[in-house]
């Protein structure tokens, strides 16, 4: 099973940027998404962006316009370029991937708090 690792992670203030970076222990082409999720306290898990093999993306609407996911194959690596951080995107966000056969696999997060 494929490690994921997460960084880039810290304390912003609003309106700021982060790049978050997720480091795959394996080839990352192999699946068919790699995804960013997010989870703030008291709430679910929730979906913030996805990639697929051929780096199509999809983003909730809430992030739309301000993050950015993105690969590099070469690197088996995800990133999440976000900015005009907002006290609200305040959560741990972790890095997922799907392989062909439906399995997930989870990084173990990393803690990003933007400050008003």
């Known amino acids: 099973q494929v490690q994921l690792v997460e960084s880039g992670g810290g304390l912003v203030q609003a309106g700021g940027s982060l790049r978050l970076s997720c480091a795959a222990s394996g080839s990352i082409f192999s699946f068919n998404f790699m995804r960013w999720h997010r989870q703030a306290p008291g709430k679910q898990r929730e979906l913030v962006a996805r990639?697929?093999?051929?780096?199509?993306?999809i983003y909730a609407d809430s992030v739309k316009g301000r993050f950015t996911i993105s690969r590099d194959n070469a690197k088996n690596t995800v990133y999440l370029q976000m900015n005009s951080l907002k006290p609200e995107d305040t959560a741990v966000y972790y890095c997922?991937?799907?392989?062909?056969?439906?399995?997930?696999?989870w990084g173990q997060g990393t803690q990003v708090t933007v400050s008003s």
């Open positions: 990639i697929d093999r051929n780096s199509i993306t």
């Open positions: 997922g991937a799907t392989s062909p056969t439906g399995a997930n696999s």
